[in-house]
């Protein structure tokens, strides 16, 4: 009889509480990080997260409570569209990366950074926070929830469909942030959403 061997039953592949738990904070943390290097170098990205960002340079709000406000209208589309436990999900990354941004402040400096590099780098976390996010049945709001959405109804990348919105709020936020300023966001931009695009792809991972 062989032990071990043969396709593992649905309970087996589900993440434990424990595992979402320590995931979700894993995902804020970096996350948070990511847009701390965005906010040092002064620079712009997409979705909520650009929203926020706006609101944070136009308006002197920090960034945490902008997010967490930007965030609200979409809970309505996600329950609809994607079930209230998805929507519970959500504003708990939601509010833990909200929360993340604000405690790391006095914890975390920046002496000097190069804008591109940044953006590379912030990109980079931000994609893999929202990709364990993604896996754990997560997002954090916004257009995450539509392309989510999409990518389940018809089989749209992810990636693919966030870059298209990120690239459209980026040049909308010409009128508020210098060109040269944008042009080096779209490299974050580019990083962030290529990671989704390379390893968030539907059938690959299959626990829940």
């Given at each position: 009889m062989s032990i071990g061997i043969g396709p593992k039953s649905a309970d087996a592949l589900r993440h434990t509480p424990f595992e979402d738990a320590v995931a979700f904070l894993s995902a804020a943390i970096l996350i948070a990080l990511g847009i701390a290097l965005f906010e040092h170098a002064g620079l712009m990205t997409g979705g909520t997260a650009g929203l926020a960002l706006l609101l944070s340079y136009g308006f002197e709000i920090?960034?945490?409570?902008?997010?967490?406000?930007?965030?609200?209208?979409?809970?309505?589309?996600?329950?609809?569209?994607?079930?209230?436990?998805?929507?519970?999900?959500?504003?708990?990354?939601?509010?833990?990366?909200?929360?993340?941004?604000?405690?790391?402040?006095?914890?975390?400096?920046?002496?000097?950074?190069?804008?591109?590099?940044?953006?590379?780098?912030?990109?980079?976390?931000?994609?893999?926070?929202?990709?364990i996010l993604f896996r754990h049945r997560g997002s954090l709001g916004g257009f995450n929830v539509l392309v989510l959405y999409l990518q389940e109804r018809f089989g749209w990348r992810a990636g693919w469909v966030q870059l298209g919105l990120d690239t459209a709020i980026l040049l909308l936020s010409l009128s508020v942030v210098s060109p040269p300023v944008i042009a080096i966001s779209l490299i974050g931009a580019l990083s962030l959403n290529l990671t989704l695009a390379i390893n968030h792809r539907p059938g690959r991972y299959i626990a829940v």
């Open positions: 920090s960034f945490g409570p902008a997010f967490l406000l930007v965030n609200l209208p979409f809970m309505a589309l996600a329950a609809m569209r994607m079930g209230w436990r998805f929507t519970a999900r959500t504003l708990t990354a939601v509010a833990l990366v909200s929360a993340a941004t604000e405690i790391q402040r006095p914890w975390l400096g920046f002496a000097s950074v190069q804008p591109a590099w940044a953006a590379l780098v912030a990109g980079l976390l931000v994609g893999v926070g929202l990709l």
